[in-house]
């Protein structure tokens, strides 16, 4: 046990305990707010858009993502919370705040950071990018060699898809649909056309800013790096949409609705037919976030506001462009000096062979990390098992896997070789249910055994099972992951996934599959940690170890990554175990509602959190057990949902060399990080973990890239 250890161990000790109640709800002083929580996540991305330090196209980066983020949590969290007080729901959040408060608590937080946000892009990145001769002009600044240029591009790409939308008696106000950006025009008779029907009295139109066209408009057919932005592009050629009319005024907005599903389950006679009735409703969700232009006077925003059934604090006014995440187009620009530096993603050692990958699994587990390592690994397991003679069948669960999968290509390619494929398709994947749908269907087309998801549960796991006939008998590998079987996702977020031949897990994953597919209600596994069986119950029993063994005078300490943390009856558990002096350190990049380092509650809890050039998604449990180490990955956060109320998977590592790998050359470097991470104080802010000096500084994903990562064997 290293002195800081021993010394967090030991203040506790001294320290009175603070009496945990039975349950922890309805507690400030014990809890933080979820919602408060991920706000303060956002900050941290929008602080890597802030840092001076990235290279400049990182910084647009974080920029758009930070706006990205924002939107599923209006369309998700924040219409949420709208639902509850239209429907006068009662319930308090976990630290005892009422939807209203909540409501009020986002708005006052999140404001000062959405003007961040804007001053950052308008008095730095702008300045820099037209420093790098990467140009966004004002349309007023053109000459007119560039207006006459822009307006024959504005004629044959733009004015054919421009659909005005004016409101008068016979034209109620028009859908706004989610996400999109708009133009409100206040239009009037121009003088010479005389009055026309409806009088002369000006009125609202609205102009849709067409999606499929490019938001940066090149300012010419060969620039690749001076732009203007559609809207003003948009905005100069008003009239021709109006003719006889004349633009008063015109100014951008944006509209966020509700985008939330909700599948009554248990009255759905067909899954898939109660996802696609309720993804159409999606289209049409309440509103729940009107952005505006600075420039808009107070008429119009009175006016959506009210059209759309908001409120003025549903109101944001941005002194900056609408729709950031647009500007993810200048990151795809072709400068690679303004962009992190590039890595070559490595192929585990065990894996440089020319034996088929079922021999080098036969013969020891793997350990893959990506995006350090390459996905191509797990793609070969997949692609192998398609082709091979000897495989029998291949069943997977499939999640997230993204447009054009080469994992249901090679999985459809085994149907055609006449394998049995088994896939769990899970329809209910939030914002991926269109593209699940499309390939669940295309994969039963050919033959596939289709699953949509199970009714009551979200399937989350990730678990690929491939059975192959090799001396008369058959033997089962298995692939166990912590991320999507998506090769896009695999390259920007962090994840481990283990390839092994273990009988008990292949027993373990079959009965799994069966009560995925069919009607098992297995209740017990061998070596698999399994939600709602048994993982719940497991992980408590391996913190009450840890206590226990803190108790009696042995070695304890617990380590785990995570995207977030907010059980309450699991943090109840971690608190006890602080009590009893057990040194957690937790790595949490999302939402933690644990407060950490509170006096006689939490003072051997740190929680640190990481936001890098890549998502930190992987999910490792570090358990010292009095010096009989295990370690477990595998698809569950700590949230009452995936423990409750999803099949979620954890894995236990039984190499020694793998155990070993994942707890010092993973989870120790996190916990050194210097450089990216933040430390969760226990008032609910963060600090930035800075080298002392002398002290080497530490970025744990650039180590990462560097690192040959030969123990990933």
């Known amino acids: 046990?290293?002195?800081?250890?021993?010394?967090?161990?030991?203040?506790?000790?001294?320290?009175?305990?603070?009496?945990?109640?039975?349950?922890?709800?309805?507690?400030?002083?014990?809890?933080?707010?979820?919602?408060?929580?991920?706000?303060?996540?956002?900050?941290?991305?929008?602080?890597?858009?802030?840092?001076?330090?990235?290279?400049?196209?990182?910084?647009?980066?974080?920029?758009?993502?930070?706006?990205?983020?924002?939107?599923?949590?209006?369309?998700?969290?924040?219409?949420?919370?709208?639902?509850?007080?239209?429907?006068?729901?009662?319930?308090?959040?976990?630290?005892?705040?009422?939807?209203?408060?909540?409501?009020?608590?986002?708005?006052?937080?999140?404001?000062?950071?959405?003007?961040e946000q804007v001053r950052c892009f308008k008095e730095e990145v702008l300045t820099e990018l037209e420093a790098s001769a990467i140009v966004i002009s004002p349309y007023r600044t053109l000459s007119d060699r560039e207006r006459r240029m822009l307006a024959t591009y504005f004629i044959e790409n733009v004015f054919p898809v421009l659909t005005p939308q004016a409101v008068d008696p016979s034209h109620p106000f028009p859908y706004i649909s989610n996400l999109s950006l708009n133009l409100g025009v206040m239009i009037e008779p121009n003088g010479n056309s005389g009055n026309d029907a409806n009088g002369s009295a000006t009125r609202f139109a609205r102009v849709k800013v067409p999606p499929l066209v490019p938001r940066l408009v090149p300012l010419g057919e060969d620039s690749k790096t001076e732009f203007v932005l559609l809207e003003e592009l948009i905005a100069a050629n008003i009239e021709a949409l109006f003719p006889g009319m004349r633009a008063?005024?015109?100014?951008?907005?944006?509209?966020?609705?509700?985008?939330?599903?909700?599948?009554?389950?248990?009255?759905?006679?067909?899954?898939?037919?109660?996802?696609?009735?309720?993804?159409?409703?999606?289209?049409?969700?309440?509103?729940?976030r009107l952005e505006v232009a600075a420039s808009m006077p107070g008429e119009m925003v009175r006016y959506l506001a009210s059209s759309l059934r908001l409120a003025a604090e549903d109101v944001y006014t941005i002194d900056g462009?609408?729709?950031?995440?647009?500007?993810?187009?200048?990151?795809?620009?072709?400068?690679?000096?303004?962009?992190?530096?590039?890595?070559?993603?490595?192929?585990?050692?065990?894996?440089?062979?020319?034996?088929?990958?079922?021999?080098?699994?036969?013969?020891?587990?793997?350990?893959?990390?990506?995006?350090?390592?390459?996905?191509?690994?797990?793609?070969?397991?997949?692609?192998?098992?398609?082709?091979?003679?000897?495989?029998?069948?291949?069943?997977?669960?499939?999640?997230?896997?993204?447009?054009?999968?080469?994992?249901?290509?090679?999985?459809?390619?085994?149907?055609?070789?006449?394998?049995?494929?088994?896939?769990?398709?899970?329809?209910?994947?939030?914002?991926?249910?269109?593209?699940?749908?499309?390939?669940?269907?295309?994969?039963?087309?050919?033959?596939?055994h289709v699953v949509y998801g199970m009714i009551g549960l979200k399937t989350h796991c990730k678990l690929a099972l491939v059975v192959r006939r090799e001396a008369g008998s058959l033997r089962r590998y298995l692939h166990v992951g912590t991320g999507n079987y998506n090769p896009a996702t695999a390259r920007i977020y962090t994840d481990v996934g283990l390839l092994t031949a273990d009988p008990d897990f292949g027993a373990d994953a079959s009965e799994l599959f069966n009560y995925l597919t069919g009607f098992s209600h297995q209740t017990e596994y061998r070596r698999l940690l399994v939600a709602p069986v048994n993982l719940r119950e497991r992980v408590t029993a391996l913190v009450e170890r840890e206590i226990e063994n803190q108790k009696t005078g042995r070695p304890s300490r617990i380590i785990a990554k995570i995207n977030s943390l907010t059980d309450t009856k699991l943090i109840r558990t971690l608190y006890q175990a602080s009590q009893a002096g057990v040194p957690i350190d937790l790595v949490v990049r999302g939402v933690c509602t644990l407060r950490p380092g509170v006096p006689g509650l939490s003072d051997t809890i740190t929680v640190t959190s990481i936001v890098g050039r890549f998502l930190e998604h992987s999910r490792i449990f570090y358990f010292l057990n009095a010096g009989e180490e295990e370690v477990y990955i595998g698809s569950a956060d700590w949230m009452q949902r995936n423990l409750d109320r999803r099949v979620e998977l954890l894995a236990p590592i039984s190499d020694p060399r793998l155990r070993k790998h994942l707890k010092e050359e993973v989870l120790d470097v996190c916990l050194k990080d210097n450089v990216k991470a933040r430390r969760l104080l226990a008032d609910g802010s963060y600090e930035r973990i800075r080298a002392a000096k002398g002290e080497e500084a530490i970025d744990s994903q650039s180590y990462f890239t560097s690192s040959s990562n030969e123990g990933s064997t």
């Open 248 to 288: 008063a005024e015109l100014h951008p907005f944006r509209v966020t609705r509700d985008a939330d599903i909700e599948i009554r389950e248990d009255e759905a006679n067909d899954l898939l037919q109660a996802v696609e009735r309720e993804l159409r409703k999606r289209r049409f969700g309440t509103a729940v």
């Open 1 to 115: 046990m290293t002195d800081s250890i021993k010394n967090r161990a030991d203040a506790t000790s001294d320290q009175s305990r603070m009496t945990l109640p039975p349950t922890l709800f309805l507690s400030r002083k014990l809890l933080f707010n979820r919602e408060a929580s991920w706000l303060e996540f956002n900050r941290r991305v929008l602080e890597e858009a802030l840092d001076k330090s990235q290279p400049l196209l990182e910084r647009v980066k974080f920029l758009s993502i930070f706006s990205t983020n924002l939107d599923e949590f209006f369309m998700i969290r924040v219409s949420g919370l709208k639902q509850q007080i239209e429907e006068k729901v009662t319930e308090l959040s976990l630290d005892g705040l009422t939807p209203i408060a909540q409501l009020k608590l986002i708005n006052e937080t999140l404001r000062p950071m959405l003007a």
């Open 321 to 448: 462009p609408l729709n950031m995440p647009d500007l993810m187009a200048l990151y795809k620009l072709d400068r690679p000096e303004l962009k992190d530096k590039p890595y070559a993603a490595s192929v585990p050692s065990a894996l440089r062979t020319n034996e088929s990958v079922f021999d080098v699994i036969k013969r020891q587990d793997v350990l893959v990390h990506h995006p350090y390592d390459s996905f191509a690994s797990v793609l070969d397991f997949i692609n192998s098992a398609a082709a091979d003679p000897d495989v029998q069948a291949i069943k997977m669960t499939l999640y997230r896997p993204g447009p054009d999968s080469p994992v249901v290509r090679a999985l459809m390619q085994a149907i055609e070789k006449g394998k049995q494929v088994a896939v769990l398709v899970e329809l209910k994947a939030r914002f991926d249910e269109e593209s699940n749908i499309e390939w669940a269907r295309r994969l039963e087309r050919v033959g596939v």
